[in-house]
């Protein structure tokens, strides 16, 4: 992605190296949960994947032991400006979210929750939460290296705050809570797949915008969804798949649901609430 020397956003909130502030010690999320949270990730944050041999845990890398976070802070606010951009021109009255950066655990108006979980969006106070130390494991955890990886993962949250701003996430939510389990799983998964084809549309206009793509870009973001995929992170971690516990969409559903936001740009093509392979 060509980002160097572009405009960064002012929303950028740097919480790095403060004390997430009563968070339960692995236990994932601590503290009451008042408002949902949107994850990246699918998957029980307290059965948080387990290290593979070799690999170190993500609290290896703090902000202040690891130079390059300098580097990923100037990135993060270049592609919240471009998501800032994008969605402002497709979307009337367009309401920029914050992102706040944070280490080990944090406090958002949805309850506390500390890194395990991997990047997330919080619906209360608007503000996608990011522990830069994922960017690391995304390479060597989740082996999807590149900027545009990355830039999939900020699109992917912001596309949950879209959600957000078109009422769709409390429709959603309502919904949820009348279903049963395996009804509020699927409608995780339209949802969560919606944020992708959203991360999807928003490579698509930011392309036409400002010509920020170089070549393997979208490769680096559907692998980055493939990485992410609910089938892919069981398998990994539990080594079975169980489709009935997806609350996200398998590897293949996200890079369809990106692809297809990237392809067309337009977001009413993305009503993965009404597609027939989603029922
Ligand atoms: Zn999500």
Known sequence: MLWRGRGESDNV???????????????????????????????NPSQAPELLPGQQPASQYSSQQNPEDDTLVDFVKVVLKDTEDVWG????????????????GVQTACGGANSEVGPFYCPEDEKVYIDLSFFHELKSRFGAPGDFAMAYVVAHEVGHHIQKLLGTSDKVHSLEERSSQRE???????????????????????????????????DEALNAASAVGDDRLQEETTGRVVPD????????????WFKKGYETGDIRQGDTFSDPSLQ
């Open 13 to 43: 909130e740097d919480r790095r190296g403060m004390s997430g502030g009563g968070i339960a010690v692995g236990g994932g999320i601590g503290g009451l949960i008042i408002g949902i949270l949107y994850f990246l990730l699918g998957g």
């Open 89 to 104: 021109d497709i979307l009337n009255s367009y309401r920029k979210p914050k992102l706040v950066l944070f280490t080990d």
């Open 184 to 218: 509020g799983n699927k409608l995780s998964v339209m949802l969560e797949l919606q944020a992708d084809f959203y991360a999807g549309v928003w490579a698509n206009h930011d392309e036409k915008m400002k010509h920020i793509l170089e070549p393997g870009d979208i």
């Open 245 to 256: 516990a997806f609350t996200h969409g398998t590897s293949a559903q996200r890079m369809y």
